[in-house]
């Protein structure tokens, strides 16, 4: 489920607390959590409902002027049932902490490049994680569109990519693009630096 920015500060504000989509079946579930640029958002309540059951009071909690504007969006999508979902913000995102944090131990780097090296090694396309960090820091805050172009590769499967690097704490997600974190910084340094000291 994808939260568009301006209901993600609504949602963490409090003043959004249902969101309405059309699918063929839900994707969340009641007491699921999402990881969002914003933080964490937990989903209080799912149910299918009728659009003529949508009261203009909900269309606001949803985040819209009025009931007419939300239908409107629902109804630009030709398939599936409409469902309810209640909504509201749980925490901070645990990975922002992890992504500033660069005062750590040699031990806790070479754990993080074991889980680069084991990404890469499960990989079909082979060693993928550096080129994609190098993509970034190169290219901070560029559309992921143009990213998978310079790549070669597909929009999404680069977009899937960049989130597992982003779960390590190495990438940050801005509204257009992506940058590499303090902890992604570190963490290329210390590549840099292994990489050195073979050729020596």
Do not use: C
Request: proline letters at 2%; aromatic letters at 4%; glycine letters at 6%.
């Amino acid at each position: 489920m994808i939260l568009k920015m301006t209901a993600l500060n609504g949602i963490k504000a409090g003043t959004i607390s249902l969101q309405f989509r059309k699918w063929k079946k839900p994707t969340v579930r009641k007491g699921s959590r999402i990881k969002t640029a914003l933080g964490v958002i937990e989903i209080t309540d799912v149910e299918e409902i009728a659009t003529e059951r949508i009261s203009n009071e909900d269309a606001v909690q949803a985040g819209y002027n009025e009931r007419k504007e939300l239908l409107d969006g629902l109804n630009k999508i030709a398939e599936g049932k409409t469902y309810k979902i209640g909504v509201r913000y749980y925490s901070e995102d645990p990975r922002i902490a992890l992504r500033e944090n660069t005062d750590v131990s040699d031990k806790d780097l070479d754990a993080i490049k074991q889980k680069l090296e084991r990404l890469d090694k499960y990989s079909k396309e082979g060693s993928w994680t550096l080129k994609v960090l190098h993509l970034i820091r190169d290219n901070p805050q560029v559309r992921a569109a143009d990213l998978a172009r310079k790549m070669k590769k597909e929009k999404n499967a680069l977009k899937v990519d960049i989130r597992k690097l982003k779960n390590l704490g190495l990438t940050i997600s801005h509204e257009v693009g992506y940058s590499i974190s303090p902890l992604g910084e570190k963490m290329l340094e210390r590549m840099a630096d292994n990489e050195s000291s073979i050729v020596r």
